[in-house]
């Protein structure tokens, strides 16, 4: 405990680095490959021995480019819709839950958590068949539908613990000051309540983007298949080669963006995860 | 905490005895809370409810989408069928296996990661907080090829860079025995959840009054006594509902598994068997009762958290 600060410093150095070591390791793994040539991927290296960008090429311009670009299209629309309906409803059910004395609030929050903690194989089974009945397969509402219920309850969690702390007496201080209730919510409560709902649209579309099960099993063609699963079933460029390289570039391309909301939004993710998980 | 003590205080509006009749300000308010939670309330219950009945009744019956004609009321049959098959009880071991094993390794690790993002120096802390966000944000699938491609016996480093360890050589096929497979497959679980487990147990860490570290300190208390005296008691409920919401997920597993050896070599666990039932095989009668049993095995976890650690699910989610 009586250390030098220099030594202090050089421990802590030296735990940093092993723990960002850590967490990137993977991801630095997967982008070394993604580099390399055809006749490089057996090599046993983690560096490519010449950097290649022909996976990328293959991929966003080549002939895997119907597979992946649809893959794509797919994920960022059917996430995006889905996100955007969870917040909606999770917002006003939040407000509620926060604001006003109604019946049956418990309720709806252990309905969520129950809800949350159900296992996704578990709704597919009948869904794969009930979605087939009705038209729903290999649609973009049919994933949708399922994926609300990965994002609606922890955008309610999350979003309940952000209105808590709201200090809601604002609202009626702008009232007595001459505000009408609109103006009042419009002008004291939005900017406050704002960056809870932007956390909580980041981190439910992480959950979408990052569904597998429902995509592998709800979908059979490029007319809805998110990112995931495309990449589960991409082959090679030819039946007999194995699709490594075009496989790491895509997920390359897939966890760039993400990378970057999380790296922007780091403090808001932490706060938000964490009060919707502990504070509740 | 003070959040959900007001919480706790304004919730059980229905037990609350209605003797006076409500004002009609009051009752516009229920009228308006109702509105506004109701969709959300209606839309969960269809997206699952619905489904796990109809996945309930479907699974009495003998049912393959390839022969629908002969479709047929077997009852319990399909349970009694699962239950008597090895194959079933070899899935859920391999599956406990896999909870328990990461569950435990996971707390360990994140406990470190908390400790260590807590204590940095101000100038790391952001780094730190960044790079365990990463795996975080990763798609499962893509840790999953990561790691996959690095054990891989043809396009993976891992057995030339630690050929010096014994056992471990270039010949060495990660994924054609179980207990490998099963390591890599843990390892990359482990990696890509445990940054969800050590912010839960940071902000657990941030709720330990400093005062009772620091009086400890001045007692003269070594850092171990701190720790198992004054940080982790305090801790108990972030610590219950990490374990608790970590054990639900990893006892789900499909995704590591399904890319890196599909089931094979003993691997499989019990989603992969549902999935494979019903969405490959097409049984749908068979597939939907692997699908109760394995929600009734998700109750079980639950249950038996809630009266061995008196775990309030609802409360412990609200702080201490």
Redesign the interface.
Known sequence: MKSSPTK??WI??I??VL??L???F??A??FA?SFKLPSD??S???LPNTWSTTNYEQILVGDAQGLFLSALRNSIGICLIATFVAVI??T??A???AR????????????????S??????????????W?NIGLYDTWLGLI??Y??LT??IS??TLA?FF??IPWELEQAAQVDGATTWQAFRKAIVPLAAPGVFTTAIIAF?IA??D??YG??LTSTEAARP??AA??FFTGASQFE?P?GA??AA?II??IP??V???AF?RQ??SG???G???? | MSTSVEAAREAPAPTRPVKQPLSDRAKAERRLGLWLAGPAFVIMLAVTAYPILLALWESLFKYRLTAPADREFVGLGNYATILSDGLFWRDLGVTVLITVITVVVELILGFALALVMNSALKAVRGWLRTAILVPYGIITVVSAFAWFYAFDINSGYINSWFSWVPGIDADLNWFADTWTALFVIMASEIWKTTPFISLLLLAGLAQVPGELTEAAEVDGATWWQRMSKVIIPNMKAAIMVAVLFRALDAFRIFDNVYIMTNGAYGTEVLSLLAYRTSITRLEIGMGSAVSVLLFVCVIIICFIAIKLFKVDLTGARGGN
């Open positions: 202090r410093r802590w150095g735990i940093s723990v960002i850590y967490a990137l993977p991801v793994s997967i490959t991927l057996t046993g290296t983690f409803l999770a006003l059910c407000y509620a839950i006003l004395d109604f019946p049956g609030k418990r309720l709806v929050l252990t309905t969520a958590l129950g809800v903690i159900f296992p996704v194989i578990s709704i597919v089974t009948p869904l794969f068949n009930l087939r539908i399922p609300l219920s609606l309850p309610i969690w613990a808590r702390q992480f983007w990052n597998f099960v592998i099993s990112v995931p990449l589960a194995e490594t496989i790491s997920a897939v966890t993400v990378v909301l999380v790296l780091q993710i932490v995860l964490t009060q998980a502990v504070k509740g």
